[in-house]
């Protein structure tokens, strides 16, 4: 028997899992099992989950429907459990370094106690310094193991479920389960603490918990704030056989939070008088002998809630908004002309047949935008669609797509009044998001460095990000975010924490690489100035964010050299170094300038890439690939990787000029081991391109189709690539 089970739900939170479960197996005390619960065995976290299950056979991933909730989960993850004592960890909270250690040392000293209540540090995003709530309250315990009314104010209903150790033969004697619906904290909380017949406390930190950035769930308005006074009345009924000074402290913290709720009408938009009468039956059934009323506005409520005073609960609460408005009247500084116009668009109804479309902060019309575009365009003919480009970009747009050049009067006016706003990018720090607008974030492409504020323990690439404070208030702004592949939903779910919905749709960009014809892959080899007979070989180098300028980091008329007569180079460089202009000559062809990266890829009959996430978007083609890694040490330490890729490339891996040569001398680039490595790759990586990508997004967003009604993603074995100009020729 394991002395701690550590119990992990896991719904919406498989992008950040493997960080919490990395904190429980990374404990110097090992003497654990860790239950990770999953809604599905083909859940987003089951995969997570039994990646570590294969690797480590302390880790017993169980199943929970997420219909059942939260407490369904919890309570699956207890039946399942063997250990002594039992943790629960929110699936983005971590186990701060020796937590079990310490945990298991206290143990020691008590004895066998029911509950052990301990610290957590709540860690802000970004802003702001950790606090530790529970210290306060747990630094006036007693000393060692203690009965209950000895600390009569430490209920359990004031902490939340993760921020207590509970014995697992406690919890079976008295038959105590996390009661169903929201706020089964509280409930769970008041039940096992009116319980328990003997306590302990920690006084240090064991887990560390973010906070949702957009607020807990359970502040949002709905129905679902009816279930508190549920939990109360079950905590209540328990609790009547305490005696008054335990029964007192208890009877405070639960009104504490129903007026809180009371007290805030907008979370009940319908039934907030309901909810109050209520809570008022509750107050007066089960108020302890003795209870005294608080001081303050809050004894003042707690009067008026007892009194059934509804009407002049609701005056009190006006007029202490009243004062909070008038302090907040400050004057505000005159706007410049374009933006005090903006800011008068706002005022004016949206207009839902209109659309703005962005890609790469303004470079043109291209990537996922521009394909969402094309297809809007005949999906959705009645949505009058608005592309912005930077000054001197202008000519990158077709003929016949209308744009506004950023920082406009135009600009402003249609980011003011369009309901849908589409970028790869983000759009500017001063655009606001309006009630009823749809912001789509496309990305534009699979992450394989580290995104977002991930990207924060990397000094050289965050410092470049500057405040990811600002970040995270950008992605507030997102409705729907695009994902091509599994890893990349929960990499964004990391590095972008946020309310928005995740459409595993593709990437419509992608879509080309299925719908070419052989023609096509013709034209745009004689576009680009690719000879007839030749191999065209892709090289395709990222950024690197410790470089000031562009560096090839490979000679490339050497390589043509050494890698034989039939070779010719595409020479692709970062965006970030498109200068306009287009060069080549000899064997050599600069193609960075070509506004589309798709038709390079389909000229080419195979890449070569460090760590551009050009690789992920070629794959599709099911072309040979072929990394050639001389930094990649570097590259990982300096700007953070999501995935070791030596250990899973897309084909060949070169560390040297002369490895590269001798992979494309002998014939090896397109051999079977590079074909099998493709293969894996694909499965991976490929898993939501298939030529319908576009389609899915203007069906779902800007038509409104449910999801079961657009088209569902073709298996990878189904689909057909464009041919390779190899092919072409055959």
């Not at 509280?186 to 607020?215: N, Y």
Request: charged share 25%; aromatic share 8%; hydrophobic share 40%.
């Amino acid at each position: 028997m394991p002395r701690f089970s550590i119990i992990v739900p896991s719904h919406g939170v498989a992008g950040r899992l493997s960080q919490a479960l990395d904190s429980v197996l990374a404990q110097s005390f090992g003497d654990l099992e860790l239950i990770p619960v999953c809604d599905a065995p083909d859940a987003p976290a089951a995969s997570v989950a039994a990646g570590y299950a294969e690797r480590d056979s302390r880790v017993a991933p169980v199943h929970s429907p997420p219909s059942a909730g939260l407490s369904g989960a919890r309570n699956t993850g207890l039946r399942a459990a063997n250990g002594t004592y039992l943790l629960f960890l929110d699936g983005d909270d971590t186990l701060v370094p020796g937590a079990l250690a310490a945990l298991d040392a206290r143990l020691t000293e008590t004895g066998d106690v029911d509950v052990l209540y301990f610290e957590h540090e709540r860690t802000p995003w970004w802003e702001g310094e950790p606090t530790n709530p529970a210290a306060p309250l747990l630094a006036v315990t007693p000393p060692g193991g203690f009965a209950p009314d000895r600390a009569p104010a430490l209920t359990g209903v004031a902490l939340p479920a993760w921020s207590a150790a509970y014995r697992r033969a406690f919890l079976t004697d008295q038959r105590l389960l996390f009661p169903d619906g929201h706020f089964t904290d509280l409930g769970w909380g008041g039940l096992t603490g009116i319980a328990a017949s003997r306590l302990a406390v920690l006084r240090s930190v064991v887990v560390r918990h973010r906070p949702r950035r957009q607020g807990s769930r359970l502040n949002l308005p709905g129905p679902h704030q009816r279930d508190l006074l549920d939990q109360v009345e079950l905590v209540l009924e328990r609790a009547a056989a305490l005696p008054g000074e335990r029964a007192r402290p208890l009877f405070e913290q639960l009104f504490g939070v129903v007026l809180k709720t009371a007290a805030r009408p907008d979370r009940l938009p319908s039934g907030h008088r309901a909810f109050f009468r209520r809570a008022g039956r509750l107050h007066r059934r089960h108020r302890p002998a003795g209870f005294r009323m608080p001081g303050g506005s809050l004894g003042i409520q707690h009067r008026l809630l007892a009194a059934g005073a509804y009407t002049a609960f609701r005056a009190l609460r006006g007029a202490n908004r009243a004062a909070a408005r008038a302090a907040e009247r400050l004057p505000r500084p005159r706007l410049p002309l374009t933006r005090l116009r903006y800011a008068l668009d706002l005022r004016r109804p949206l207009d839902a047949n209109l659309a703005v479309y962005c890609a790469y902060w303004g470079r043109g019309y291209v990537c996922n935008p521009a394909a969402i575009h094309a297809v809007a365009r005949v999906l959705a003919p009645h949505i009058h669609s608005v592309f912005l480009v930077e000054a001197g970009q202008e000519h990158t747009v077709p003929e016949d797509v209308e744009y506004a050049v950023i920082g406009s009067r135009r600009y402003w006016q249609v980011l003011a009044r369009a309901k849908y706003l589409v970028n790869n990018a983000n759009f500017a720090e001063g655009v606001v998001k309006r009630p009823g607008s749809v912001h789509l974030q496309t990305q534009h492409g699979t992450p394989l460095k580290r995104m977002g504020v991930d990207q924060s323990t990397y000094p050289v690439v965050a410092a470049q990000t500057g405040s990811f404070g600002k970040l995270l208030g950008r992605v507030d702004r997102w409705d729907f975010n695009l994902s091509a592949n599994r890893h990349s939903t929960q990499t964004w779910e990391r590095a972008f924490p946020g309310s928005y919905r995740t459409l595993e749709y593709g990437y419509p960009r992608n879509d080309v690489y299925y719908t070419a014809t052989a023609h096509d892959v013709v034209r745009v080899r004689r576009a680009l100035g690719v000879p007839d007979g030749k191999t065209a070989v892709l090289y395709a180098p990222t950024h690197r964010d410790h470089h000031t300028g562009f560096e090839p980091g490979l000679d490339l008329e050497a390589f043509c050299a050494a890698a034989g007569e039939n070779v010719v180079v595409l020479l692709r460089a970062h965006y970030f170094y498109d200068r306009g202009r287009r060069a080549g000559g000899g064997r050599v062809i600069d193609v960075t300038a070509h506004r589309s990266a798709e038709d390079v890829c389909l000229a080419a009959d195979a890449l070569i890439t460090d760590y551009s996430s050009i690789m992920f978007d070629y794959a599709n083609l099911d072309r040979p690939i072929v990394v050639y890694a001389d930094d990649w040490e570097v590259y990982r330490q300096t700007r953070g990787v999501c995935f070791d890729l030596m250990a899973e490339p897309p084909g060949p891996v070169a560390r040297t000029p002369e490895e590269l040569a001798r992979i494309f001398r002998d014939g090896s680039w397109a051999g079977p081991e590079s074909k099998r490595l493709r293969t894996e790759f694909r499965t991976r990586f490929c898993q939501f391109d298939d030529g319908l990508a576009a389609e899915r997004v203007v069906r779902r967003v800007f038509l409104g189709r449910p999801p079961e009604a657009v088209p569902a993603v073709i298996p990878l074995a189904e689909r057909l690539p464009a041919p390779a100009a190899t092919l072409v020729r055959s």
